[in-house]
């Protein structure tokens, strides 16, 4: 069974995103994504941004070009839009684990010195009153709110924002109802300005590696 040639388009991408988990914040480098094993864990900017180098492949080798064009006479958009904004979800689709629920679910021992670096960074992982009266935050459903609230700040109808943000929060499967959602939206409302300022970092960032930017104008005009 032959291997599979990457595509020079996939291989272009993953160069550019080379440094790009190093050069996040000291904050955004703080997170975790996965605890890992005795090798260490992994960050959340770097699983991240493997995220949408994988998707690269996945679009470049594997998505049919019938997909494709399905896709972009849907969205009124080129099929190298539709890459862009294929990349830009999958590197975004666990933004939402910037959330003190998430970093703290492993303060114990072996995992501890993880949880350890995300305070020493200057993240506050109590829990407030309103995270409290909700439980349990999917990081999927927060990664949803935060990407919908993007989305929404940048002039994309509600409706759209609301539909792509259900790809993300549904990448465990199945997209999860408005009151999960809304339950997530209020917790996130008394998160500190440190957590509010490094989603917007992650966001802001994979926007420019995608190049979604360039993108949002057209976006604008969406309908679904």
């Known amino acids: 069974m032959g291997s599979t040639?990457?595509?020079?388009?996939?291989?272009?991408?993953?160069?550019?995103?080379?440094?790009?988990?190093?050069?996040?914040?000291?904050?955004?480098?703080?997170?975790w994504a996965k605890s890992g094993d005795d090798s260490g864990y992994l960050s959340l900017p770097q699983h991240l941004v493997d995220s949408a180098c994988a998707?690269?492949?996945?679009?470049?080798?594997?998505?049919?070009?019938?997909?494709?064009?399905?896709?972009?006479?849907?969205?009124?958009?080129?099929?190298?839009?539709?890459?862009?904004?294929?990349?830009f979800l999958a590197g975004t689709h666990d933004v939402g684990k910037a959330i003190p629920q998430f970093q703290r679910q492993i303060d114990r021992e072996p995992y501890r010195h993880i949880v350890s670096a995300v305070r020493d960074a200057g993240f506050s992982l109590e829990a407030g009153?309103?995270?409290?009266?909700?439980?349990?935050?999917?990081?999927?459903?927060?990664?949803?709110?935060?990407?919908?609230?993007?989305?929404?700040?940048?002039?994309?109808?509600?409706?759209?924002?609301?539909?792509?943000a259900e790809v993300v929060n549904a990448h465990h499967g199945m997209a999860s109802g408005r009151h999960a959602h809304d339950a997530a939206a209020y917790a996130a409302t008394q998160y500190g300005p440190e957590w509010q300022?490094?989603?917007?970092?992650?966001?802001?960032?994979?926007?420019?590696?995608?190049?979604?930017?360039?993108?949002?104008?057209?976006?604008?005009?969406?309908?679904?």
């Open 5 to 31: 040639k990457i595509p020079v388009s996939t291989l272009d991408f993953a160069r550019s995103a080379e440094d790009w988990a190093g050069a996040r914040s000291e904050q955004a480098r703080a997170l």
């Open 55 to 87: 998707a690269a492949g996945v679009f470049d080798i594997w998505v049919s070009d019938s997909m494709v064009a399905f896709l972009s006479e849907q969205l009124k958009i080129s099929a190298e839009d539709v890459r862009t904004l294929y990349l």
């Open 129 to 164: 009153y309103r995270e409290l009266n909700e439980g349990k935050i999917p990081h999927n459903v927060a990664s949803g709110v935060f990407l919908e609230g993007w989305l929404l700040d940048r002039g994309v109808q509600r409706n759209l924002a609301q539909r792509l």
């Open 197 to 224: 300022a490094v989603q917007h970092e992650l966001l802001d960032a994979m926007a420019e590696l995608t190049g979604i930017d360039a993108l949002l104008p057209r976006m604008r005009k969406m309908r679904t």
